[in-house]
């Protein structure tokens, strides 16, 4: 069975700061992972996907995430945040367990930039 | 593509009246999914189709939840009848095999 688990509920931080949301997975078989952005009243947008290659991938907005097998983690950082990065941010995996993948996602942690 | 096309984006109805929630995935996507997300529980995964077959249905929370897809372009989550607790937004989601998820913006359901 898979899961995900976003160790912090809330991060607020000042802007121009840089900020880290952990994420952590369990899983038997190989994973895909990805971060997904929801602003208020909208549905998940992809922010970054790990699917193969590079452990390390990166968004368009400046955004980064590092697949570490090892220790089973997924964490997002980005080294300047802005006002506009306030959302909620949501960790998923999927796994292909009987040849279908099924996604499954953290409870999510919501990212506060404070002027 | 217009994306994941998902109807009504609003629903407001009576307890104990039947909601039918539906959504169209994106052309070319084998897989769909429903998703219920609610302060309390989050993102939740109700169930899930591949190739038009429902491969996991364990997140479907009790028999007054139904879904179906007739076919590649078109889904339907059904609850009857309705309850309070039922009131959430409704995700639905589809994706090509071993790629991410694209989502519809949801329905938002309120069970009076």
């Known amino acids: 069975a898979q899961s995900v688990t976003q160790l912090d509920s809330q991060v607020p931080v000042f802007e121009e700061a840089p900020v880290e949301l952990r994420c952590n997975y369990s899983?038997?078989?190989?994973?895909?992972l990805f971060w997904y952005v929801q602003y208020p009243n909208q549905g998940l947008q992809l922010l970054l996907k790990?699917?193969?290659?590079?452990?390390l991938v990166e968004s368009i907005n400046g955004f980064e995430a590092e697949f570490n097998k090892s220790q089973t983690s997924f964490h997002l950082r980005k080294p300047s945040v802005h006002i506009s990065d306030t959302a909620e941010y949501f960790c998923?995996?999927?796994?292909?367990?009987?040849?279908?993948?099924?996604?499954?996602f953290g409870a999510g942690t919501r990212l506060a930039v404070h002027p | 593509d217009a994306g994941v096309i998902q109807s009504p984006r609003h629903e407001v109805t009576e307890m104990g009246q039947e909601v039918t929630l539906r959504c169209k995935p994106i052309s070319g996507h084998n897989s769909l999914f429903w998703y219920r997300q609610t302060m309390m529980r989050g993102l939740e995964l109700l169930i899930y189709?591949?190739?038009?077959?429902?491969?996991?249905d364990s997140g479907m929370p009790e028999d007054r939840f139904s879904a179906k897809m007739p076919n590649a372009s078109f889904s339907t989550l059904k609850i009857q009848p309705s309850e309070p607790r039922d009131s959430a937004v409704y995700f639905c989601?589809?994706?090509?095999?071993?790629?991410?998820?694209?989502f519809g913006q949801g329905t938002r359901l309120t069970v009076v």
């Open positions: 899983s038997s078989v190989s994973v895909y």
């Open positions: 989601a589809s994706t090509r095999t071993n790629a991410e998820a694209f």
């Open positions: 998923a995996v999927s796994g292909a367990a009987g040849g279908y993948n099924k996604l499954i």
């Open positions: 790990y699917l193969s290659g590079s452990t």
């Open positions: 189709f591949n190739n038009n077959v429902p491969i996991d």
